[in-house]
């Protein structure tokens, strides 16, 4: 198994709720990053966790919120999110030189 | 980390060669050159790497000067499939781990056919 799994895909989400995206990667990867994409710009970097603990926080605001359950896993939870929070939001997972992205999730906020 | 510079889009035909360039004027002694491509509404995709000289694999050569502030990826014989955002990013290479990624602006090549 050489990929990184998101889900969902897409996601529609009032300003009011709490919802979560989801990361998963089955090559033992023990660094993960979340990554933020707006249209027609490049990925932005948010978190890195290593050895399943957060290792770098790029001043994201606290209405996301990373967790990393196992070396497997990742999660980012979204609360009182903002319209302008909408865009791709992209994991992955790295060895040695080479980092392994997901498809993204597709996240819009009304 | 080092900024790099590259155009912002280029246009090319099918089958011919296409060749971005980067700048990175203040690349460090340990730092790698990757690049990668990204389709629409995809992740990227790692293409290669290199440290210096010339790097070749089954999609593209990367040719990077002995000063080592430049760097070009070369793609051969293009498709239409090739139409991609080409990001080019320069950092260390990581003896952890962890290993930031910054993303410059990237090159949006177009090919016609």
């Known amino acids: 198994d050489t990929e990184v799994t998101q889900t969902p895909k897409h996601l529609v989400m009032g300003m009011t709720n709490k919802k979560s995206l989801k990361c998963e990667q089955h090559?033992?990867?023990?660094?993960m990053y979340w990554y933020k994409q707006k249209a027609k710009k490049p990925p932005e970097l948010m978190f890195v966790?290593?050895?399943?603990?957060?290792?770098i926080n790029e001043s994201v605001p606290s209405r996301f919120s990373p967790e990393c359950p196992n070396s497997s896993l990742l999660n980012l939870h979204l609360h009182a999110l903002q319209p302008e929070d909408s865009a791709l939001y992209l994991c992955?997972?790295?060895?040695?030189?080479?980092?392994?992205f997901g498809p993204g999730t597709r996240l819009t906020v009304l | 980390l080092a900024k790099t510079t590259q155009p912002i889009s280029m246009d090319s035909y099918e089958g011919q060669e296409v060749n971005i360039t980067c700048s990175h004027n203040?690349?460090?002694?340990?730092?790698?050159i990757t690049w990668y491509q990204q389709f629409p509404s995809q992740g990227p995709r790692f293409i290669i790497q290199?440290?210096?000289t010339k790097v070749t694999n089954e999609v593209a050569s990367l040719f990077i000067p002995a000063d080592r502030k430049s760097s070009t990826l070369s793609l051969p014989r293009v498709s239409l499939s090739d139409t991609a955002v080409y990001y080019c990013?320069?950092?260390?290479?990581?003896?952890?781990?962890?290993?930031?990624?910054?993303f410059g602006q990237g090159t949006t090549l177009q090919v016609k056919p």
């Open positions: 992955a997972s790295k060895v040695s030189n080479e980092q392994f």
């Open positions: 090559m033992g990867h023990r660094a």
């Open positions: 966790y290593s050895y399943e603990k957060l290792s």
């Open positions: 203040n690349i460090a002694t340990n730092d790698y």
């Open positions: 290199g440290y210096k």
């Open positions: 990013l320069v950092g260390d290479r990581g003896t952890s781990n962890t290993g930031k990624l910054i």
